[in-house]
């Protein structure tokens, strides 16, 4: 904990020069983070750097482990493993010199298109919060800061410097602030501010949800840390609560772009759609000296805002660093850094094989060892990393698909690539002042010598006992998709090999739902999400049975036109610059129920190679229930226990049919039987008034538990 007599004493001995250098970045000189705070040598305040995540460690130059994204976190449903990786990651940054790890991302996913939806957890609260809260307890256990973002309603790619979402109070509270909430009571050191406004205002400026509600309402402690080139204004921002700006500095390059990307001297330089001005720096420097002289921003101002920044600072060993670092190897000592250990690849791997989720089996998965097989598919030479953007991470170590198979497998093993690659998109592509880069997430191996060719791919998957075919998106911060088609001829290479191979299996790589046209004509269908370095060994690993696919769906699968978003310019992408979320908390499975829409594949869905029997549930305290589980299976098996909740019936008020309300992740032994109990959360329980707040109704609530949304097994009652 941060000692507040020590900190008091350090911001008394600081010129006002000296606080203004402490709220906004600068230039790293060592070149490695992402965002620099100079620190006052004078003083004892050490540099402080905070560095991208959340699927590892970006530093400049560096590398390190490559996480799987954050959806195949979440898709575990097991909030000991996401403080696992939290852990890791909180490692590597101290060896790679860092403080601050910009992670975890917990907006909801409203929008299914969304190019940034692999770097967040779930449509549900309750679900998003959980996980957000374990990765931060494993981040900040390591002694770095963890910074959830992005403070709030920043649910679509497109136009996000720009729109504003329009949203009442109720929706913000139930469904979009809550696992924001969740992170402030996980202790996170730091919030980062969304690009987007929020009824009009930007968050950056937004006095009501960063001061009153983050702060006041909240009690949050943290610092406030904006987007980088997120700072819209000066004295609005201050006022509003804004304590960092980052980066503080103008991109290099970034002003030279401008001026020379402008095609007339008389029009104004237009940057590219979701990218912010970065040439729009330094708002906390003069401009802030200059406020506070005028009494525009009281001088208390500056004083909370360095004391809330060295708080963090302090809280984290850093005003008395002794810090040690590893280049490589483990360490027991939380304070010694460590990178590309085994133990961090063997967390890597592990999240990857929890996290996938075997949508459909037909009875060909797990993989006799001795099959012959057929890898095919347009990138099965390259490891799918993640998608594009800050998160976006340089191991030391990957593994392909067609390796992890091939080493493996007893069989014979064929591969083909089928039709054109499908190639990587990048925010960094879209940046007007970086130059173009050669690197790709991944090695294309020896596919870049070789054409593809369908009836190749036709005449493996005939020859073989069972084709796996490998199929991906391509997503990337800045940018939604345009469909959720996957790109290419995908679809028609899995239809050819369908119809050449009845053992046809499907290994989906997607950021988000994807449509999967061809589902009924193939043997078995897996989403892999984005496994990161891990790629091959863990799909080597689900697709023999080593590992019970173990991951749930934590979004909706359905066809396009059935999202609650779909077929409404004002519900997405918007219209004139705004936003509407009139759906209000219908999203995800809520919206499904409400309408009565069977989706392709519930939230929470997801097979097991074992099978499970539930007894009956009963209430063991006033917010819990048990159930007991056992595996019938002649195999040991992961299941997730989930429970919803159904409210009751309150005049004039629309709720959803039910909410999920706690779950489990145990692991069974053939024949073991365990008794499960869960907690139910309040938010399940509750809903939000605008005139008295948080309401829990009187009545009867039917605690549902299952396998999924729409799969219950057994029920019971709670009065209230």
């Not at 670092?325 to 304070?335: F, N, P, Q």
């Not at 191996?445 to 075919?469: H, N």
């Not at 195999?635 to 409210?647: F, L, T």
Request: net charge negative; proline share 6%.
């Amino acid at each position: 904990m941060a000692d507040d007599d020590h900190i008091g004493a350090v911001l008394a001995r600081l010129s006002r020069e000296q606080k203004l250098a402490l709220v906004r970045g600068a230039t790293d000189p060592e070149g490695t983070a992402t965002g620099y705070i100079s620190g006052v040598e004078a003083a004892g305040i050490p540099p402080f750097r905070l560095v991208d995540g959340p699927l590892g460690i970006r530093a400049e130059g560096q590398r390190a482990t490559a996480f799987p994204a954050s959806i195949a976190t979440a898709a575990t449903f097991d909030l000991d493993l996401a403080r696992r990786q939290g852990a890791a990651m909180g490692r590597e940054a101290t060896a790679l010199d860092q403080d601050a790890l910009l992670a975890p991302g917990v907006n909801i996913i409203r929008i299914p298109h969304c190019g940034r939806n692999f770097e967040y957890l779930s449509e549900d609260p309750v679900h998003a919060g959980a996980v957000g809260a374990g990765l931060i307890d494993g981040i900040q256990s390591a002694d770095i800061a963890a910074t959830v973002k992005h403070f709030v309603a920043n649910n679509q790619e497109t136009h996000r410097t720009t729109v504003s979402a329009e949203v009442d109070e109720r929706t913000l509270r139930e469904l979009y602030l809550p696992p924001f909430r969740a992170a402030v009571d996980a202790g996170v050191g730091s919030v980062m501010t969304a690009y987007n406004r929020v009824n009009g205002t930007h968050m950056s400026d937004h006095e009501r949800l960063v001061g009153d509600v983050l702060k006041g309402e909240w009690g949050f402690d943290g610092y406030v840390v904006s987007d980088w080139y997120g700072l819209e204004s000066t004295v609005d921002a201050a006022n509003a609560g804004m304590d960092l700006e980052m980066p503080g500095v103008a991109a290099p390059g970034a002003a030279e772009a401008a001026d020379s990307d402008t095609a007339d001297g008389d029009e104004e330089f237009e940057w590219p759609d979701g990218i912010p001005d970065a040439t729009r720096a330094g708002l906390f420097g003069d401009p802030l000296a200059d406020a506070i002289d005028g009494g525009e921003v009281p001088a208390g101002r500056l004083d909370d805002m360095v004391r809330r920044i060295l708080g963090q600072i302090d809280r984290f060993g850093r005003l008395d660093s002794n810090r040690t670092t590893a280049e490589a190897g483990e360490s027991s000592d939380a304070s010694v850094g460590e990178l590309d250990s085994q133990r961090h690849r063997d967390i890597a791997s592990a999240v990857a094989a929890r996290g996938t989720v075997l949508l459909d089996n037909d009875g060909v998965l797990p993989l006799d060892d001795g099959a012959d097989v057929a890898v095919i598919g347009p990138n099965i030479d390259e490891p799918k990393l993640g998608g594009g953007g800050s998160s976006e991470t340089t191991p030391i170590h990957s593994v392909t698909p067609v390796d992890g198979i091939e080493s493996r497998s007893e069989g014979a093993v064929t591969t083909a690539l089928g039709v054109p690659q499908i190639e990587s998109v990048s925010l960094f592509d879209l940046l007007p002042f970086v130059g173009e880069d050669d690197e790709t997430d991944g090695a294309a191996g020896d596919t870049a010598d070789r054409e593809p060719s369908l009836d190749d791919a036709v005449t493996a998957a005939e020859s073989a006992d069972v084709a796996v075919v490998f199929v991906r998106d391509a997503t990337t911060e800045a940018r939604d998709r345009d469909s959720l088609k996957l790109p290419g001829r995908q679809d028609e290479l899995v239809s050819a090999i369908a119809a050449a191979n009845e053992n046809t299996v499907v290994v989906v790589r997607s950021g988000g739902p994807v449509e999967l046209p061809w589902r009924e004509d193939v043997a078995a269908v897996l989403e892999q999400w984005y496994p990161g370095q891990a790629d091959g060994d863990a799909a080597a690993a689900v697709l023999y049975g080593d590992r019970d696919p173990s991951g749930r769906l934590p979004v909706t699968f359905a066809p396009e036109s059935e999202y609650p978003t779909a077929g409404t310019e004002r519900r997405y992408p918007g219209v004139d610059d705004e936003v509407h979320y009139d759906e209000g908390v219908f999203i995800g499975y809520r919206h499904f129920d409400d309408a009565d829409v069977d989706p392709t594949y519930p939230f929470g869905h997801g097979h097991s190679y074992a099978a499970f029997e539930y007894g009956d549930a009963e209430t063991t305290g006033e917010q819990t229930v048990a159930v007991p589980v056992e595996n019938v299976a002649d195999r040991p098996g992961r299941e997730v226990v989930q429970a919803y909740v159904r409210p009751p019936s309150v005049d004039g008020v629309d709720r959803p049919e039910r909410e999920l309300a706690g779950f489990e992740a145990v692991q069974l032994d053939a024949g073991e039987r365990q008794t499960v109990e869960l907690t139910l959360d309040d938010l399940a329980l509750s809903r939000y008034d605008t005139d008295s707040g948080w309401t829990v109704d009187s009545g009867t609530y039917t605690v549902e538990i299952g396998r999924s949304s729409r799969d219950v097994r057994t029920t019971v009652r709670v009065d209230r």
